[in-house]
């Protein structure tokens, strides 16, 4: 059974940071090319940032793009998401990400980010 559980969502003020983490199970991570996504109220889901299986490839939202970095650590199935100089407009649920060709994606719970004063 695949298993995606994010975690290190919370508060922070604007041009702060936060590290996201999806532990994985269920499945050969070091196989699977992962995703984050994010979803605002009242929006539609939208993709964040992708990293290749063994991490040499990464792309990004243009919104996001040299303030987040994606990465992964095959070892222990964990995926993260550094978030610096955050905006208000990055406050969404984030959420792990694993697509499947051919089949329905899986997806984590989602952790909340919320960036305020």
């Known amino acids: 059974q695949v298993q995606l559980v994010e975690s290190g969502g919370g508060l922070v003020q604007p041009g702060g940071s936060l590290r996201l983490s999806c532990v994985a199970s269920?499945?050969?991570?070091?196989?699977?090319?992962m995703k984050w996504y994010r979803q605002a109220p009242g929006k539609e889901r939208e993709l964040v940032a992708s990293?290749?299986?063994?991490?040499?490839?990464?792309n990004y939202a243009d919104s996001v793009k040299g303030r987040f970095t994606v990465s992964r650590d095959n070892a222990v199935n964990t995926m993260f998401l550094q978030m610096n100089s955050l905006k208000r407009e990055d406050t969404a649920v984030y959420y792990c990400?694993?697509?499947?060709?051919?089949?329905?994606?899986?997806w984590g719970q989602g952790t909340q980010v919320t960036v305020s004063s």
């Open positions: 990400n694993r697509p499947r060709i051919g089949g329905t994606d899986d």
């Open positions: 269920g499945f050969i991570f070091r196989n699977s090319m």
């Open positions: 990293i290749s299986n063994g991490g040499s490839i990464r």
